[in-house]
């Protein structure tokens, strides 16, 4: 990583509107100083896309951020701005699935009560993006 680079956290809900707000004031600060602001998607629907690539398209996957923002925290270069995010609950949970689908992502439904090993094994994917998980 080079040491001239600012990682800003994308994330969603009230948190977001510092991101639309402030992150232009933040960016044009920098400009000309040879530091670069990086965005790195851990909003809760990125979260999703990230712990599913194989239901998507090429074109669609994401990488995990927020378990690349885990491993760059230990570098001391590392400059991170980490704007709070949401410590999702099932229904935040199930209405992004249900979003995402809508908007063509193949992500699987949330199994509430799962039974068989696949439905298991989404269910334990899914536990990692809910509440205090995402909240190092």
């Known amino acids: 990583m080079s040491a001239k680079k600012i990682i800003w956290t994308k994330i969603d809900e009230a948190p977001a509107l510092a991101t639309y707000s402030f992150l ?13 602001v990086e965005e790195k998607d851990i909003s ?23 378990a690349e923002l885990g491993e760059l925290v230990w ?3 590392a400059n991170i701005i980490k704007l709070p995010n949401i410590s999702a ?3 935040q949970l199930k209405a992004a699935i249900k979003e995402l689908q809508e908007k063509g992502f193949a992500v699987p439904d949330y199994p509430e009560d799962p ?19 995402v909240n190092p």
């Open 24 to 36: 232009p004031i933040v960016k044009a600060f920098f400009k000309g100083t040879g530091i670069e």
């Open 44 to 66: 809760l629907s990125g979260r999703i896309l990230a712990n599913f690539p194989d239901f998507l398209k090429p074109e669609q996957k994401i990488p995990d951020y927020l």
């Open 75 to 77: 570098k001391p270069e």
């Open 89 to 91: 609950s099932i229904p």
């Open 115 to 133: 039974q068989t090993p696949e439905e298991k094994a989404i269910h334990a994917r899914y536990a990692k993006v809910l509440g205090s998980a």
